[in-house]
């Protein structure tokens, strides 16, 4: 009886840990707001002039969704987990037009 309640009990602190590990949330790297300047449909990225004329590349699920001369507003999350979040691999992008 002992080992089912100690079987259980380790069960259910696993499940905990990972519901916790899942429930987690990215944290807001920074803010982009600009206006697409070119495409890349080979690479899935768009080129966007931010406000301050910096360039920045940024990929995206469906470059059709985007034409020349946009204007989008890009949120950038990362894992504060990860090393390197600095990469487009930990990064995430939310894109409004």
Do not use: W
């Amino acid at each position: 009886m002992i080992k089912k309640k100690a079987l259980l009990v380790v069960t259910l602190l696993l499940l905990t840990i990972s519901l916790i590990g899942c429930l987690k949330e990215d944290t807001v790297k920074g803010e982009i707001k600009g206006t697409i300047e070119e495409k890349y449909p080979q690479q899935n990225m768009i080129l966007v002039l931010d406000n301050s004329n910096t360039r920045n590349k940024i990929p995206v699920d469906d470059i059709e969704k985007y034409e020349i001369g946009d204007k989008v507003e890009i949120t950038v999350y990362m894992d504060p987990e990860k090393n390197g979040a600095t990469t487009y691999e930990n990064s995430k992008f939310v894109i409004k037009k």
